[in-house]
């Protein structure tokens, strides 16, 4: 058996789950799902994981990629809440510190805003306390005249100052993607493409279940003694093929993001602003791009495909525009854009916005267990509590007895040192070695930004390439490609172009430059024919139109 995450490793995987009753199944390749197949194979649960298409293919990969420390729960008085998702940022990025990584944010104070000036003081100084910000990461406050110097394009007219404080940017499917390779690398069976089509059941409690390789059509028969439903926003679907459909239910609401060229929305730092109907709205400067997020507003259409429309587009650049007054963002300066769903759990007379991001665990009476709501910053928390109810049934049921949960001391695929005293300094001596492989800045940057520690392994996939094979440039992309196959279990061009790069959302350009290139790579290395690299450029363009165009509605904030 192929041992390494690979796309050629699958149906193997596949047929190792189905040989053997797992202790547990996972049922969705999210970040949730990812959590709890690592927390369990830490714990020494024999764990399987079935994801029905890419992992991070759902709001995994299309949130507003930020760890948040929990400023808005300290608005809604989620006091525990903030507490406990400032501890797992930190934890974050003490484990992933090539992909959760501090964002200062500024935070302006008008005349007639939400809060004012020592208000806004207070409320920073609770959030630092309660979040155990450390020393350096705490929060300043401004005046007008500081406030201006720092962030000029600010809108001038009743602004009082401003609080400068730290949230922490991530790339969401990357980090994603890296827990499931942790996971694999502690004995995880993982599959993606592989969807589970009906639950199998014994004495009428759930006992597997039917799962179909999207792939090669193969059909599977898994068992395991428990059986966890983390499909995000498709757990109610899940629950109705358990007829376990009852009591609370999702709501799901729709955060959209754009991204612009950072010359057309040129901020200095982050920025967190009101704007009139009394939401908040970043601004986060990122790879030469800035990008704006988000709306939150309640989505009730298919949950396949959700699309930006262009009254989601105007409201965002309203708000922008009503901020940064000088720059006169414009519709034709949307490069990109995406859409993102949140699970939320609904509760009566609450409007998207006031609904809370905790999460909660169901159970039905088939013995299914449901993880639902919450947010990426408290993944591992969410998880933590999954395998320990289920660690404590499969106690009670078989006798099997977990070790503690250990992955708040578990580095995460890529955020090691490599032999070195601190990841800073990994990190140098991988540019250093970049640079004498002939790899430009930008190149070795942008490596080390998506795999970390890891990013040595590509290095090697390009040492061993041939120098006819093309310029540098080209080698690098093989070599990433290659990488990206062997190790990261990548089956598709758009897998790569969003779910393993993010190109497409922060370099379409070169992401429509490069996409023949990727097909032919990945088509040299998965045995594709001329009609599957045909398939596989179509469905690369469906993905660059959703990013590109628009569904009709109404104009206007």
């Known amino acids: 058996m192929d041992r390494h995450f690979s796309a050629a490793g699958r149906p193997e995987i596949l047929r190792e789950m189905a040989s053997r009753e797992l202790d547990l199944l996972i049922i969705g390749g999210g970040i949730t799902g990812a959590g709890i197949a690592w927390d369990a194979s830490l714990r020494g649960l024999r764990t399987g994981l079935v994801e029905m298409r890419d992992f991070a293919w759902g709001t995994s990969s299309r949130s507003t990629k930020l760890v948040h420390g929990g400023l808005r729960y300290l608005k809604q008085g989620e006091v525990r809440l903030v507490a406990e998702v400032g501890r797992e940022r930190a934890l974050l990025h003490?484990?992933?510190?090539?992909?959760?990584?501090?964002?200062?944010?500024?935070?302006?104070?008008?005349?007639?805003?939400?809060?004012?000036?020592?208000?806004?003081?207070?409320g920073l100084y609770v959030y630092d306390l309660l979040a155990g910000v450390k020393r350096k990461e705490r929060r300043k406050m401004f005046r007008r005249e500081e406030t201006m110097k720092l962030e000029p394009l600010f809108k001038q007219d009743g602004l009082r100052g401003s609080g400068y404080y730290y949230e922490y940017r991530t790339d969401d499917a990357r980090l994603t993607v890296e827990v499931h390779k942790t996971a694999h690398a502690h004995g995880a069976h993982i599959v993606n493409y592989a969807k589970a089509t009906e639950f199998l059941y014994k004495d009428g409690r759930i006992a597997g279940a039917r799962v179909e390789d999207a792939i090669s059509g193969e059909v599977y028969d898994i068992y395991?003694?428990?059986?966890?439903?983390?499909?995000?926003?498709?757990?109610?679907?899940?629950?109705?093929?358990?007829?376990?459909?009852?009591?609370?239910r999702l709501l799901l609401t729709k955060g959209v993001h754009l991204v612009v060229d950072y010359k057309r929305l040129p901020i200095r730092q982050a920025a967190y602003f009101d704007v009139p109907d009394g939401r908040m709205i970043f601004v986060i400067p990122r790879d030469g791009k800035t990008y704006i997020g988000t709306t939150d507003t309640v989505y009730d259409k298919s949950i396949e495909n959700p699309r930006t429309t262009t009254q989601d587009r105007d409201y965002l650049l309203h708000a922008v525009n009503n901020a940064f007054p000088e720059v006169k963002l414009t519709a034709e300066d949307v490069e990109s854009c995406w859409v993102g769903l949140r699970p939320l759990i609904f509760e009566e007379g609450k409007g998207p916005s006031e609904i809370s991001r905790k999460d909660e665990i169901f159970i039905s009476d088939s013995g299914l267990i449901t993880i639902a709501g919450g947010k990426l910053t408290g993944f591992r928390k969410m998880a933590e509590k999954v395998v320990n109810l289920a660690g404590g049934q499969l106690e009670a049921e078989y006798g099997l007895k977990l070790k503690p949960c250990s992955t708040d001391r578990d580095p995460i695929a890529g955020g090691s040192f490599q032999g070195h005293d601190s990841y800073e300094a990994c990190r140098e001596a991988l540019r250093r070695q970049g640079a004498e492989l002939g790899l430009d800045e930008w190149t070795t940057d942008y490596l080390l930004s998506r795999y970390g520690s890891d990013t040595v392994q590509i290095y090697q996939r390009f040492r061993d390439l041939p120098q006819q094979a093309g310029s540098a440039e080209d080698r690098a992309l093989a070599a990433e490609i290659a990488y990206a196959i062997e190790r990261e279990m990548t089956v598709r061009a758009d897998d790569f172009l969003i779910r393993r790069t993010g190109q497409l959302y922060f370099n379409r350009p070169r992401a429509e430059r490069i996409k023949t290139r990727v097909i032919e790579y990945m088509g040299e290395r998965l045995g594709w024919n001329e009609e599957e690299k045909r398939r596989q450029l179509a469905l690369v363009d469906k993905e660059i139109e959703a990013v590109v165009h628009l569904e009709p509605g109404e104009t206007g904030a």
Request: proline share 9%; hydrophobic share 35%.
């Open 224 to 248: 395991a003694k428990k059986i966890v439903n983390a499909a995000g926003p498709w757990v109610d679907q899940v629950r109705k093929k358990d007829n376990s459909l009852k009591g609370k």
């Open 94 to 122: 003490r484990n992933a510190p090539h992909i959760v990584i501090p964002e200062p944010m500024l935070l302006p104070i008008y005349k007639g805003g939400t809060y004012g000036y020592w208000m806004s003081s207070v």
